[in-house]
């Protein structure tokens, strides 16, 4: 899996910051936005996040390419609405040399790994010979498996991230949308460190865990982020 | 595939017509509501088609079960971002006994067919085994294919309706959501005629098609309309 | 302030316990649909409250008919994005004789009232002053107050309107909103209890106050919901 | 009216069409990005146009500062829900010096105008001894009519934007609003002339009509929009 940031607002704190300080401000816009030092940011958008006043996070938005995730993690991750995806389409494109994504569970077992492979190997074959035999690529891409490789490219506002963090950033998550959750998270510390810094599962962004009754009990600290970020 | 209307909102013509009516009225929402006998539905509904004005439509929902359809629908169905989702889950069910959906090329061509079973086949054994192995369903549903069955309930509001069978009733789209878009429309248009008479592809329900260069230059008639309802 | 429930998606419980059920059972929605006693209901949906999970909240909506509520409410609600809304025009609809809504404070002080109702006596006479001079109604109103009284349809699912209570129903929430907040809670609550009993203010439904440092400080109670119903 | 480009997606030709590239591409999305020379994304979004694919178009954003707009419009405008808007605050803010829009049909006429003004000026008055009195802004702001100037961010992603612009730089549209989207569209085409050179109007746009049998008959011409941009 690889998440690579291709884009995204330029400046967004000061964006943020300065959609913030418009609705309680006297001054014109472009002054908000000329007066906002460094350091107000930080202190503006600390309040902001003090007080749970997330709207202003919306108006900037982070683009990222992820490659190397299986098509069952794009089909749970399409699920958050708000955002944009553009993927790699199994209509259109011929997979006869498709690569996989190997659960660690499956990995970690050798005679696991061994039935995997020969099944991927299986499917391989017979996509081939559906190709070859004249089915259309749409059609026979019906055999390829979850495990399949795919690529896309997605753009979230932070305000939408924070939510996914807050979900997918879970011990209770999915193995594979929880890596893509903190590799994303990483991405956007780096040039946002402002309005990610204390992004995450909602046990530590929110200081409250979101599972109820199903709670791992193991709430995330501050170091347990270090330790996802290397 | 099985479309089933499980819930819509009650006397939804006469929702979306007491909607639009309340723009432009000086009564109360609940005289305008008593006041609206069919006749008056047919012809204001009517005037909201003629003019475009689609906004009054999003206060009604219809809400379909949907099964026997393939992962590879489910995940183009969900792309569509207004409307609401329950699915299947691959994480949690045991998938031991999958059925799956051929697509009618392969279902034509007896050696496409023979390599698709096999192959199917071959899956079914190799998540069994994986299941035996001990390894969780989430990680070895890795291997189950597009083709594999799932079930869902959607809801989606009208006017999300027609816009999705703008483009997915069109001969352009792929053949397993095309059918579903048609099915759901006749369900629809069952409890909903006013509502739904004059939806479908674009070339139809706004007589101009909506793809460019790639049109199949085959606008659909009122009659291939029956065809499809057949 | 009057808010009406119009009209909502029939035995809401059913169909939200069913959409949770869907994603772990392996029968066919209609069964489930069939097999969902009340009993089996109330036990299902109180899993889904106590482990957070709201996304089959959405297959259920509610629409409602509001009247009586001044321009600034609804410039305010309809940043409700996961919603519908149709309102009353003030660009067709000849307002000369435009009722009001009169805050409480104002209301409180007779100096205040009496110049309140002077001002809005002014407004009205230059509106109909513009209108006789030939102005057009969507430029006259130019004239018309935040006061001025407006009427609207409403339609929210049920995910929407728990986050709605849980902003609008606190102490902190701008009075006539939060008035409106309590109104729609009673009235969704008479024909959904399951849904709704848990709903309102951040400090009730999840037990945590969301306004950070601007916290009120005083918690909603059990019995505090009760006399917001009187 | 002021509208002013603060901040946007860098580089939104080449992330758009990176994004449709994508989909069809079995090269990685980085390769695609570095690969797009201007020529070819002028080719590539061309394509994309004249298929009516536009879900690329969302992955860039535009945002705006609007100034010196009325109230009648930014209720308006925040009815475009596929967008993030941050306002100026009457709650919050102190009017005693609030400007106002006059409507050009009010401007023309003096005796219309004399009579707007004097009512401006009572409202100015009546709101400034309620503030006396001790009413609290956000209640004294009851008074504040719709010609009462705001401020606003706006930020709206292309594809967003496309349909904002057929919506709103109709001739059916109301005046105020009308004149904002061609100023809005005025800016963002100075950006990204590839994505929004074909913008506007439906009758420009789509070369069809999205009034029906209200039209008002005149399809815009380039010429116009040249007028429109002056």
Known sequence: MEVKLLSHTPEPERVVATAARLCYASQAAE???AGFTPEKQQEFIGKLVNYGHYSPFEHVVFTFAVTGVSRSLSHQLVRHRIASYSQRSQRYINEAAFAVVMP???DADPAARAEFNRIIGQIQEGYNRLIAL????EDARYLLPNACQTQLMM???ARSLLHFFSLRCCRRAQWEIRELAWKIRREAVKVAPLLF???GPAC???GKCAEGAM???RPYTREDVDT???
Chains 1, 2, 3, 4 share one sequence.
């Open 215 to 217: 709670t791992c009990g």
């Open 104 to 106: 660690p569970t499956v």
């Open 204 to 206: 530590l962004a929110q």
């Open 228 to 230: 996802e970020d290397d």
């Open 155 to 157: 753009t979230m506002n």
């Open 197 to 199: 810094r204390e992004a």
């Open 31 to 33: 002054e908000v936005w």
């Open 134 to 137: 004249g089915i259309p690529k």
